[in-house]
């Protein structure tokens, strides 16, 4: 099923065109921020198993539970590198809004982009 809708990821595609097609493995990322943006939406999209596939093994957790209180209502990229990504990411939290600011670490990892981590050596 093809979805016209927004791309949770504010990139102005459709998210069928942007995110979707990463997250029905049609389409591999090409940099740290496109898979970064990917990874936002399928929060947003509640695609758990992309959040997963894309976490390196090294550091993913052993499993991903879903939030039902958690709403994500926005991405705002600060700026990237060839493997990093700063962002600001609004959320709704039972009624309460917040944001999560990071600088997310990535690699290639058999020639596909891997989320690492959250760097802890800023802020």
């Known amino acids: 099923m093809q979805l016209q809708r927004p791309c949770p990821c504010d990139s102005g595609p ?11 493995g049609a389409a591999q990322a ?3 921020e496109e898979l ?3 990874r936002y939406s399928a929060y947003a999209v509640d695609d758990l198993d992309h959040v997963f596939r894309t976490w390196h093994p090294r550091t993913r957790p052993p499993e991903l ?3 039902p209180t958690l ?12 493997d990093w990504v700063e962002f600001v990411a609004s959320y709704d939290r ?12 990535f690699e290639r990892r058999g020639g596909r982009w ?3 981590g959250e760097d802890l050596t800023t802020g």
């Open 14 to 24: 459709s998210y069928d065109a942007c995110c979707g097609r990463l997250h029905r």
């Open 114 to 116: 891997v989320y690492v």
């Open 36 to 38: 970064m943006r990917s």
């Open 65 to 67: 539970e879903p939030d």
């Open 30 to 32: 090409a940099t740290a």
């Open 71 to 82: 709403t994500w209502t926005g991405l705002e990229i600060l700026g990237s590198g060839e």
């Open 94 to 105: 039972g009624g309460v809004a917040g944001q999560r600011h990071e600088r997310s670490l």
